[in-house]
């Protein structure tokens, strides 16, 4: 198979992980509904298998909502407008980024988003306080070439255009829509890192409320896989999950973190995919609890570094 497009560059990103969350996807899947798309990296790589018919793809982060959007029913326009901003910076690449990134945080155009993410450091969302985006930008290199950024729209465009719907709504809201044909991919702002407030996310959640939102799926038979904690080495991340949701646990390795390698610690990294039984109960081959093959390396539990 070709390999898979990819326009948005964003940090926690499920991209290197899709083949292996993939295989927890039931055949003949309705709707594929992603509550937390980020940059629906799931929903792409389902597409290109042909796995599901319709896809929703909803993050409460607006901009990055209508980005999706732009980027899957005006593909040609959003390239364009890209490739124009891009050729911009030559002249001083550090002040244009930050030109674009205040008039950004001033009109909120997604477009202008779409530059930003490209630059910006390690292809990595950070707000402030008051929600404006206020990461860096990355000083060795120009973000993604015109041409690449291009194909990259088009191919998102060919595999969802005519087949998804974008919104920008609450999780609850999103959920509510969801029947038992459909499977729903959860990957909600990651909780225990930076402890109450997190600056990779526009917004976060409440695990409580959490909690609720999958009771209520699992009362109503609603397939579906979370993406939520994880830990390193002896170390964890984040409020597990409760056994009283009967879910079936699994650990995916994802390799050793940067920041491990950096510091000569030979501490494993593992993401937790978390299953309903709603869900186990399609699949022909029944998942059990426990360490599934490595994916690839994946730095998910690095440490947040905020800026100002």
């Not at 295989?23 to 298998?49: C, Q, T």
């Not at 899957?72 to 980024?97: C, G, K, L, M, R």
């Not at 450091?121 to 041409?147: C, E, L």
Request: aromatic share 10%.
């Amino acid at each position: 198979m070709k390999s898979i497009p990819h326009p948005i560059q964003y940090q926690g990103s499920k991209r290197n992980l899709a083949p292996v969350i993939l295989r927890y996807v039931p055949k003949n899947v309705n709707w594929l509904i992603e509550p937390f798309s980020g940059s629906a990296a799931i929903s792409i790589a389902v597409a290109a298998r042909q796995i599901a018919k319709s896809y929703l793809i909803n993050d409460l982060n607006k901009p990055l909502a209508e980005l999706l959007r732009l980027i899957v029913d005006s593909p040609s326009e959003t390239a364009s407008f890209y490739e124009d901003i891009w050729n911009e910076q030559h002249s001083d690449s550090v002040e244009h980024y930050y030109r674009v990134r205040a008039d950004f945080n001033r009109t909120q155009d997604p477009r202008l988003f779409l530059y930003l993410l490209a630059r910006c450091v390690k292809g990595s969302v950070r707000y402030n306080a008051d929600g404006m985006f206020n990461q860096s930008p990355d000083k060795r290199r120009h973000g993604t070439r015109p041409k690449t950024m291009r194909a990259n729209i088009l191919g998102v465009s060919t595999l969802l255009k005519g087949k998804a719907e974008f919104s920008s709504l609450d999780y609850r809201e999103v959920l509510a829509g969801a029947r038992p044909t459909d499977l729903v991919y959860m990957d909600p702002p990651y909780q225990g890192v930076c402890g109450e407030r997190d600056s990779r996310y526009y917004s976060g959640i409440y695990h409580a409320d959490f909690v609720s939102a999958l009771e209520e799926l699992n009362s109503r038979e609603i397939p579906y896989i979370v993406s939520y904690d994880g830990r390193r080495g002896d170390k964890t991340f984040g409020e597990i999950l409760p056994a009283s949701l009967e879910l079936t646990h699994i650990e995916l390795e994802a390799g050793r973190s940067s920041q491990a390698t950096l510091l000569g610690r030979d501490e494993l990294t593992y993401e937790s995919l978390y299953l309903s039984h709603a869900l186990t109960d399609k699949l022909a081959h029944k998942p059990i609890d426990g360490r599934q093959p490595k994916p690839q390396q994946y730095s998910l539990f690095e440490p947040i570094t905020h800026y100002v």
